[in-house]
């Protein structure tokens, strides 16, 4: 159990009254945009919401936000008061193994890092893109459109497991390359002395 100081604990409260203040004016901009959507673009159907649903499209995204983005600060202030000087350190020693690698090593590591966004991020995009070609075609039912726009998708979705099979095939030879460091539990015990 961690023991804190007075100021540690109104450090903690002003950060988490922050966030949590962020968090209600985003929720209440997007709970004030879905009452307006609603009331303008849908208005039949907003006017078949009884009080409570009404209610309920400006509370729940405050309270979701506000509730996301207190927790996510009270988190944040942790990880940067406590874990700081050990993340710090470890960016550090990543960063002067990576100043070893060429241009194109560097641009595959950081592809790796991050690869499962793109793939996502690439297959919501061509999926998108998709729809928006053939939806130009008007002799097309929806559910014709559908079809086509999932085949094409379908088919990127081949290259897009293509193209990560090789990213770990690439991953597999810079970790080969790059030298093994110990664990950091392993390098914090022999800073110590203790292994």
């Known amino acids: 159990m961690k023991l804190i100081t007075e100021n540690e604990k109104s450090d903690h409260k002003s950060h988490i009254m922050k966030q949590g ?12 945009g879905l009452i307006r959507y609603f009331k303008f673009k849908q208005p039949l159907k907003y006017n ?3 009080w409570t649903i009404k209610a309920c499209l400006y509370t729940m ?17 942790f990880k940067s008061r406590y874990r700081s000087p050990h993340l710090q350190q470890e960016k550090q020693v990543k960063s ?6 060429s241009m194109s090593e560097r641009i595959i590591y950081r592809l790796n890092e991050h690869k499962y966004k793109l793939v996502v991020g690439a ?23 559908l079809i086509h726009a999932r085949v094409y998708a379908q088919a990127f979705t081949i290259g897009i497991l293509l ?8 991953e597999v030879e810079l970790n080969n390359k790059l030298p093994q460091l110990p664990q950091s539990w392993e390098r914090v015990l022999k800073e110590k002395g203790e292994l």
């Open 163 to 170: 193209s990560t099979l090789y990213l770990n095939m690439k």
């Open 123 to 145: 297959w919501a995009g061509f999926l998108f893109g998709a729809w928006r070609v053939i939806n130009k075609d008007l002799l097309l039912t929806k559910t014709q459109k």
């Open 61 to 77: 995204p405050t309270l979701g936000f506000t509730a996301f983005l207190t927790d996510n600060g009270g988190t944040q202030f």
């Open 21 to 32: 203040s962020k968090g209600f004016l985003i929720g209440s901009v997007v709970g004030l």
């Open 96 to 101: 002067q193994q990576l100043d070893n690698l």
């Open 48 to 50: 078949s919401f009884n």
